[in-house]
């Protein structure tokens, strides 16, 4: 829920006018993350899921509240920082694993990259109007209060894993010389590293194209609602249908397609929204089928190295996307920002061309 609005609100704060400062802020969460995922994942394994998750859950708030009484923006990269600890979607991929069998596991790690993309929608269209009702304070407030009742949800509703989990030595090496995951994993490092600076970007052009930050909704209501509904199509042609290579790739072909056309059009209130449509259902295509290609491709038992790389790799991208673009932004400009970022997503196209993904199981 931060993004959409942080960029234009770290100009009414002591430091928010350097926008490298204002990328840091934003990459700083990412940072943190990609240096506490596998730990995470490894402490998981020994002391069991459900302690590591409610201990990261607490962190964020932590990192949260921090960030909601901060006068300047130093302070906040500080709570961004904290934020970044709570980094447990390791430990909570692997006790998705506990919960379900070997057969219907595909399905909910589907779902769970199906989920992410929901929350990424509802966080877009909400965070403008929260940010209007309570401020910056008030938002980060929220997501840390938000944190607090997950707490409980996973102590109280959620229920134990069948059995302790058994520690194995995760072989990293093995993972690692995977092409098929080297190729997933370099492929999730630019969609959010590119995202991340998209959103240094995008929600300046609106405001200056005189669409005040309190209206940002109007525009993604209607973009992120019918790139969600016509991703459904996508994914289950990928599914069920054994098209993931081509559906992969399009989605892929659409978020560069959305780079070069916000760097090359004229930024009015109805070229930025029609381009960011384009942008985005080749997000949520990528968002919902990616997780799942993880757990299918990851060897044997290394599901939970797996993910834990993955997942690392991303955040080092939303670091890299804060940093780098609050960088260019500074010193190029807002279009060589969508340019670097469609240099990246063309390699990534080039790289995924050739990739190869398992037969969908016949049931």
Known sequence: MIMPVFSVYAKTIPGGDNVLLVGIALGAYGVTQSLFYIFYGWVSDKVGRKPVIATGLVIF?????????????????????????????????AFIADLTAEQHRTKAMAMVG???????????????????????????SLVGALSILAVGVVIWVVPDSPNRPVHLRAPFAEVLHNVELLRLNFGVLVLHATQTALFLVVPRLLVDAGLPVSLHWKVYLPV???AFVMMVPAIIAAEKRGKMKAVVVSAIGLILIGQLLLGSLEHTLVIVPAVLFVYFLGFNILEASQPSLVSKLAPGDRKGAATGVYNTTQSIGLALGGVVGGWLLKHDGANAVFYACSGLILCWLAIA???????????
């Open 224 to 226: 992120m609602g019918i």
């Open 353 to 363: 061309f050739n990739m190869k993904v398992p037969s969908p199981r016949k049931a």
């Open 114 to 140: 199906a989920s992410i993309g929901i929350s990424f929608a509802v966080a877009i269209v909400g965070a403008p109007l929260v940010f209007h009702w309570l401020g910056m304070s008030g938002l980060f």
């Open 61 to 93: 708030a932590i990192g949260s509240f921090v960030a909601a009484g901060a006068h300047d923006i130093v302070w906040i990269i500080v709570g961004r920082v904290i934020q970044g600890m709570g980094a447990i979607s390791s430990a909570v991929l």
